[in-house]
C-alpha cells in the first residue's frame, strides 16, 4: 500500500515548489516568477499564513509528489503532482485527507476548461460546476469608447 503524507510547505521547499510551478501548462497563463519570489512567497507562508491557509508537500513514499494549498478568501485548492505521481489515485486520496484537515464551510476550485484531468478529479469528489470564469488580456479591450 502507498505511503501518503501531507507536510507543511518550508523553506526547504523553495527548489521543489518553483520547479513545480515551471511544470505548469502553458495555457494556464500563470504570473511567472522566479526562485527569489518563491522564497519571499514560503517566507511569508511560513511567518503569517497571509494568502494560504494551509499549503503542504504531498508526500508519497517518502518522496515529494505534488503541492496542495487552500486560499483564505475564497476556500479555493490548487493542486498540483509531478507526472510520474498523475493517474494512480494519489490526488484523490491526499485531497481527501486535505480537505479533512482543513475544515470549512465550502471550498471553490478554478480549472481551465481543457484540463479534463483535473475536472474529473473534482467532479469525482462532488464538487458541482457553479460558474464560468471568463478572462482578456488587457491588450485586447475595446478601445472605442464614444466621446
Ligand atoms: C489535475 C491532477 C491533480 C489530477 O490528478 P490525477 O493524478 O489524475 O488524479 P488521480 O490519480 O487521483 O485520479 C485519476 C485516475 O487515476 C487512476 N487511478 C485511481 N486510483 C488508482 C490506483 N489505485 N491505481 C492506479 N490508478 C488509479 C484512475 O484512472 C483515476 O480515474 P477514475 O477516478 O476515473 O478511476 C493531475 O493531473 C495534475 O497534477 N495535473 C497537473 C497540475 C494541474 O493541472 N493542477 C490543477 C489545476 S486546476
Given at each position: 500500500?502507498?505511503?501518503?503524507?501531507?507536510?507543511?510547505?518550508?523553506?526547504?521547499?523553495?527548489?521543489?515548489?518553483?520547479?513545480?510551478?515551471?511544470?505548469?501548462d502553458?495555457?494556464?497563463?500563470?504570473?511567472?516568477?522566479?526562485?527569489?519570489?518563491?522564497?519571499?512567497?514560503?517566507?511569508?507562508?511560513?511567518?503569517?499564513?497571509?494568502?494560504?491557509?494551509?499549503?503542504?508537500?504531498?508526500?508519497?513514499?517518502?518522496?515529494?509528489a505534488?503541492?496542495?494549498?487552500?486560499?483564505?478568501?475564497?476556500?479555493?485548492?490548487?493542486?498540483?503532482?509531478?507526472?510520474?505521481?498523475?493517474?494512480?489515485?494519489?490526488?484523490?486520496?491526499?485531497?481527501?485527507?486535505?480537505?479533512?484537515?482543513?475544515?470549512?464551510?465550502?471550498?471553490?476550485?478554478?480549472?481551465?476548461?481543457?484540463?479534463?484531468?483535473?475536472?474529473?478529479?473534482?467532479?469525482?469528489?462532488?464538487f458541482?460546476?457553479?460558474?464560468?470564469?471568463?478572462?482578456?488580456?488587457?491588450?485586447?479591450?475595446?478601445?472605442?469608447?464614444?466621446?
Amino acid at each position: 500500500m502507498i505511503d501518503i503524507e501531507l507536510k507543511s510547505v518550508d523553506e526547504k521547499d523553495i527548489q521543489f515548489t518553483f520547479d513545480l510551478y515551471q511544470l505548469r501548462d502553458k495555457r494556464e497563463k500563470a504570473e511567472p516568477i522566479t526562485l527569489e519570489s518563491q522564497k519571499t512567497f514560503i517566507k511569508n507562508y511560513v511567518n503569517d499564513k497571509s494568502v494560504f491557509e494551509s499549503w503542504v508537500i504531498v508526500y508519497v513514499d517518502k518522496e515529494k509528489a505534488g503541492t496542495l494549498s487552500l486560499r483564505h478568501s475564497n476556500g479555493e485548492l490548487g493542486y498540483y503532482f509531478l507526472p510520474k505521481f498523475q493517474n494512480k489515485g494519489i490526488a484523490s486520496i491526499s485531497l481527501k485527507k486535505f480537505l479533512k484537515l482543513n475544515p470549512r464551510e465550502y471550498y471553490t476550485v478554478i480549472v481551465d476548461n481543457h484540463n479534463t484531468h483535473s475536472i474529473h478529479l473534482i467532479e469525482k469528489l462532488g464538487f458541482n460546476r457553479n460558474g464560468i470564469q471568463y478572462r482578456i488580456e488587457s491588450h485586447d479591450i475595446p478601445n472605442d469608447i464614444p466621446k
